[in-house]
Structures are given as structure tokens and as C-alpha cells.
């Protein structure tokens, strides 16, 4: 029986509870042996499910129901009795939230990073805190994982999700063929002698610019996660406070971060105009050789490896800026979420712990999705034989990742997207000065969301 459903099923919608807004969208080796089971070493062992069971899984990726298929074939070889129902919804975090809101929620749910602390405020998901005190290797496989997951979905005390895995931005590929005939050092080079600053940047950008329009040298990304939050975070800034109450973006760094973006595209013109990319857009582009260097989230690097043919490409991660010697990145931090109104509770569970085991975290790995557990990432996901070859190097992006922007008490957690996008388009347009475009979003976003 095919138990995975796509996006199109119909669920009845009834009014949402007041109080409740409508999350959007965030912006996605060879193994071991395997313990006995009990050990405490994060693999799968435990009670199987005595009495057949099914539940409801949702998730957002469709470009990921491969993977979603693989991890509920897997469990069910662990779990015989129970039946993961898995579905890639449409419209998903409004339809979620509209599920909840009825009591038609599904069993289990991939929750993204930016939601969590609000949905966790608001009581829509499970405490799992007992189920991890109680379980050795569950709570094994959270020891295994990167502490930037396991202590963003821990809050309050509290073990709130499982760790699913873990999408980065602050990666830049480039055409190497195109940065060596120019007589250029990789950047992954510079990178390993400490020299891939905010100036390399720029000066490849620079010298990778055909100034016929042939060829730019870098795309200065517009979009938050991959674009201009990596530099902003390297240069110790962020959009709101550590309590998710307040906007914090009105400072020095913020405004170095932004300044830099919007130099290199407005007077450096090292980037393709609105009208370029109305053409080809910025991926295309990198294809088909008339863009030198562009920023990705891991999640790309897989369709990249497929496409990517008749040339030589490479990562490196985001610069160093200027002012704290780091570079930055994002952490969208994927986890498996339990319903507080399932009574399937001990079948999630197991679904939950299934996915966090090292054969669950191998399999999301193989897909090239990045795992959240460490030991799953070393021995799979940095393998050079994946391409490209510094592949590795996300390790180091791994390394400095913060979690995505988010709110603790707005009902859309990247309802500032529309606020600050606006303002980011005209600053590095050269139509907005940065002082003043960064004051301008920074009492907008507390107008607009400040508690």
C-alpha cells in the first residue's frame, strides 16, 4: 500500500481560533556498525508498536517526498505494525496552522526554525521531554547532534521536536575555470590561507565583471537567507533581539553589512540588473557561464552537482568580514514536531525517534539534505566523491551558523520579509541611502511587530 500522499488532498478548514495567525513559508561513508540494541548510542532500538497503528505526517518540500518516502519505508521496517501517512502539503504552514486551529491537525509535522519559539509560546506542539528523559538512545542521538539544532528546539528546559537536519546559507560556488583563466586564486584557496575577506570578495567580483554585459562577477542576492543576512550575522549584527520582541537592526554593523551589498551592486555594478535576470535568471546564469560567483543554501548544492556540466565549480564560505574576522551563515533548523492532540503520542514517538536515529539521519544525508546529527554528516554528507571538491568546507559554515530571523508573538514569522525587503531593494539599488534605509526598517519592524 502506498501510504504517502502529495500535495491536493482536501481537509475541511474551519474558522481559526482568534489569536492564532497563519505562519508563512521560511524561506530548506559508509555507516557504522550498529550497536546493540539499549546501548544508549543513538540507534534505533526499543518496543515496536504492539497494535496496528496509523498516523499523519506532514511535510512542506516536495522537491524532498523522496526522502520523506525513504524515511517511512525505513521506519516501517522498525515499526512493522505502524504506517507512517505521510503527505507534501500544499500551502502548508497556512493549512497547518488552520488544521491545529480546528483539531484536525495532523499526528506529526517538519517544523522549520523561524516558527518554533512561537508555536512552542503559543502550546501547539508536544512536550517530548519526558519521552527523551525516558529513552537512552534517543536521548544518545541528540548528544550526537550539532549543539546550534539541539539548543535552539530545546527551550525553556524543555525537549520541544526531534532534530531533523539543517539547512545553511553563507555558502558561495563559483565557476573555477572562469576565476583561473582571469588569473585568479580559488577562493577556497584563500579561504585556507585566511584571505577570503570582504575585500576579495570585491575584488574578484570586480575583475570577473565583463563590462560588456557578457559576464558579471557576482550576484548580489536580494533575498534575505542566502543574500544579505550571511554578511550581516558575519559582521555581528542581526534583525531582532535575543528575545524575539524587538528590532535590533539599527547599528553599525548592520549598516557595514548593508553598505557593503549595496556598493558592490550599485557602483561596483558587479551584478545583473533587474532587467538581466528578467531574462536568465541568477542560477542560469551560473550555468551558462555569464555569472562567475553566486551564494547557495545547502539544500542547492545536490541540483547544482546535476546540472553543473561542462565546466569546473567549487564552495567556499562567505568571507570574513572586516570588523569580527568571521563569516556567517543561516540555520533554517529542520525538527520533528508531535501534536498535543494526537492519540497516537508513543507511535509518534517512535516515528520521531526513528528519524533522529543514526540509520534515519544516514538516509537524509544520502539525500544530500544536510543531517543534524554530526557523526551522519562526517561520514556521508562532507564526502568529496558527492562534489564539489570543497564540499567539506561546510563544516566550517556549520561552524558559525545562527538560527533564522524570528518573532516571538507575531502571528507570521517572516511577515518582516515584506517590511524589509522593499527597503533592502532600494538601498542596493542606490536609490535609498543605507542610513537611511536601515532607520526606516528598523521602526517599521517595531511598528509593525514589537510586543
Keep these: 500500500m502506498n501510504t504517502g500522499r502529495k500535495s491536493g488532498s482536501t481537509h475541511t478548514r474551519r474558522r481559526v ?4 495567525g497563519l505562519a508563512a513559508p521560511a524561506v530548506l561513508a559508509a555507516c557504522g556498525q550498529a550497536a546493540a540494541p539499549g546501548t544508549g548510542s543513538g540507534e534505533v532500538s526499543g518496543a515496536k ?8 505526517y506532514w511535510d512542506w518540500a516536495a522537491v524532498w517526498q523522496d526522502l520523506v518516502g525513504q524515511l517511512a519505508t525505513g521506519h516501517k521496517t522498525r515499526q512493522p505494525n505502524a504506517t507512517v501517512q505521510w503527505e507534501i502539503a500544499a500551502d502548508y504552514w497556512t493549512k497547518l496552522q488552520v488544521a491545529i486551529a480546528s483539531d484536525t491537525a495532523p499526528d506529526s509535522w517538519r517544523m522549520n526554525g523561524p516558527n518554533l519559539p512561537q508555536w512552542v509560546n503559543l502550546g501547539q506542539m508536544q512536550d517530548v521531554s519526558t519521552y527523551f528523559a525516558k529513552d537512552k538512545d534517543a536521548a544518545a542521538s541528540l548528544k550526537t547532534m550539532a549543539p546550534v539544532i539541539t539548543e535552539y528546539t530545546k527551550r525553556d528546559g524543555k525537549q520541544w521536536t526531534m532534530p531533523f537536519g539543517q539547512a545553511l546559507s553563507g555558502i558561495l560556488v563559483y565557476n573555477e575555470d572562469t576565476v583561473r583563466a582571469e588569473g585568479l586564486t580559488p577562493p577556497a584557496d584563500l579561504w585556507a590561507a585566511g584571505k577570503w575577506t570582504w575585500a576579495a570578495l570585491q575584488e574578484y567580483a570586480v575583475k570577473l565583471t565583463r563590462r560588456d554585459g557578457s559576464r558579471h562577477g557576482y550576484f548580489v542576492n536580494k533575498v534575505s ?9 558575519a559582521n555581528g549584527a542581526t534583525v531582532f533581539d535575543k528575545d524575539g520582541k524587538r528590532a535590533a537592526i539599527n547599528t553599525a554593523e548592520a549598516r557595514e553589512a548593508i553598505e557593503f551589498q549595496a556598493e558592490l551592486h550599485a557602483r561596483h555594478q558587479v551584478s545583473p540588473t533587474k532587467q538581466d535576470l528578467a531574462q536568465e535568471n541568477a542560477v542560469n546564469r551560473f550555468l551558462n557561464g555569464r555569472l562567475a560567483m553566486l551564494s547557495q543554501g545547502s539544500w542547492e548544492i545536490k541540483d547544482l552537482n ?15 568580514a572586516p570588523r569580527t574576522k568571521r563569516t556567517g551563515g543561516t540555520n533554517q533548523m529542520a525538527s520533528i514536531a508531535m501534536a498535543k492532540s494526537t492519540k497516537n503520542k508513543d507511535a509518534v514517538w517512535e516515528w520521531q525517534k526513528y528519524v533522529g536515529s543514526k540509520e534515519g539521519q544516514d538516509t537524509i544525508a544520502r539525500a544530500e539534505y544536510f543531517p543534524a546529527r554530526l557523526d551522519s554528516a562526517e561520514q556521508i554528507y562532507y564526502d568529496v566523491k558527492l562534489g564539489p571538491a570543497h564540499r567539506p568546507l561546510v563544516r566550517d559554515v556549520l561552524k558559525v551558523v545562527q ?12 511577515g518582516w520579509d515584506p517590511v524589509v525587503s522593499p527597503l533592502i531593494d532600494q538601498m542596493f539599488e542606490g536609490q535609498l541611502g543605507v542610513k537611511d534605509g536601515v532607520q526606516q526598517m528598523h521602526d517599521q519592524l517595531n511598528a509593525t511587530f514589537a510586543s
Design 17 to 20: 481560533v482568534a489569536g492564532l
Design 49 to 56: 508498536t504492539a497494535a496496528p497503528v496509523t498516523f499523519q
Design 225 to 233: 537567507e542566502v543574500g544579505w543576512l550571511p554578511f550581516l550575522y
Design 306 to 320: 546535476l546540472k553543473a556540466k561542462g565546466f569546473k565549480w567549487d564552495l567556499v564560505p562567505f568571507p570574513v
Design 403 to 414: 538560527p533564522l530571523p524570528w518573532l516571538l508573538n507575531a502571528g507570521r514569522n517572516t
